[in-house]
């Protein structure tokens, strides 16, 4: 395995402990879920590439996260707009 394979391994794991620790508003739980797609997108290309797959799918993938990243955001701008902050603990 090369260097990068283990950079991406640390950061998709410092976003995991990101996202775990650091719960307070919602905006930044979805930027820690943006950078563990961007990171495991790199990781699976590094894989493929690897391996001599076809990379097609990255393009799936990649607009499958966009997509979850426009939910996201649309249901926070909403709860922002009803509740008048993006605390997690207001969820209750």
Do not use: P
């Not at 995991?16 to 495991?40: A, G, P, V």
């Not at 996201?72 to 603990?89: A, Q």
């Amino acid at each position: 395995m090369n260097m990068n394979f283990y950079l991406n391994f640390l950061m998709f794991f410092s976003s995991c402990y990101m996202f775990s620790f650091f719960y307070k508003h919602i905006l930044l739980n979805l930027i820690n879920m943006e950078f563990m797609m961007i990171n495991l997108m790199s990781m699976m290309y590094l894989i493929m590439n690897m391996m001599n797959m076809n990379i097609f799918f990255l393009s799936f993938f990649l607009a499958i996260s966009i997509c979850e990243g426009v939910l996201g955001l649309s249901i926070m701008v909403y709860m922002v707009r009803l509740t008048g902050n993006d605390y997690s603990k207001m969820l209750n």
